[in-house]
T-cell receptor, first 111, second 115 residues
């Protein structure tokens, strides 16, 4: 599986935008980029995914570099409820959709 | 509302006993479910892929005779931890894949403590 690299932790102030980076320099042409987040003592929650183009949904935006070797999850206005571990995961097309979780980025949001 | 449920949410058992954890898909039928384990302050590790009507596929290093998986219907998969030991204490999480898509929905997790 292609590997992703994320910072261990990040901090943000409430109501401010947050940019969570992810490097995936060995990504293959058919790998999708998925983001999940996990709140304390809960199962992961789907955030967003994309292939080549930038994506927006009600939770976040995903900006994908032109060479696809990196991506950034953007939370437009962080709230205390966004404090979680954010995982950037590559999923190969046509597999049984196994998700391999890395260590993720622990996001702290402060008032 | 919740798409996936797990039962129980928390269980404490004595060493040597077996524990069954249920994972239910509430909103759709799922031919494929996944079981993960997460130790404190660590990431999720995939244990096995549960396929309805066939044997589960286990990841390398996971003992299939210790972690029995049964996917008897399109909405239910069970994980039984047999002869549990304290080192099996962990957070067990299932996920459900919507058939025909690659969307995965995770359950709330089951915290197992073996004393």
């Amino acid at each position: 599986d292609a590997k992703t690299t994320q910072p261990n932790s990040m901090e943000s102030n409430e109501e401010e935008p947050v940019h969570l980076p992810c490097n995936h320099s060995t990504i293959s042409g058919t790998d999708y980029i998925h983001w999940y987040r996990q709140l304390p003592s809960q199962g992961p929650e789907y955030v967003i995914h994309g292939l080549t183009s930038n994506v927006n949904n009600r939770m976040a935006s995903l900006a994908i570099a032109e060479d696809r070797k990196s991506s950034t999850l953007i939370l437009h206005r962080a709230t205390l409820r966004d404090a979680a571990v954010y995982y950037c995961i590559l999923r190969a097309t046509g597999t049984a959709s196994k998700l391999t979780f890395g260590t993720g980025t622990r996001l702290q949001v402060t008032l | 509302g919740a798409v996936v449920s797990q039962h129980p949410s928390r269980v404490i058992c004595k060493s040597g006993t077996s524990v069954k954890i249920e994972c239910r898909s509430l909103d759709f039928q799922a031919t494929t479910m996944f079981w993960y384990r997460q130790f404190p302050k660590q990431s999720l590790m995939l244990m096995a892929t549960s396929n309805e009507g066939s044997k589960a596929t286990y990841e390398q290093g996971v003992e299939k005779d210790k972690f029995l998986i049964n996917h008897a219907s399109l909405t239910l998969s069970t994980l039984t931890v047999t002869s549990a030991h304290p080192e099996d204490s962990s957070f067990y999480i299932c996920s459900v894949m919507r058939t025909g898509t690659y969307e995965q929905y995770f359950g709330p997790g089951t915290r197992l403590t073996v004393t």
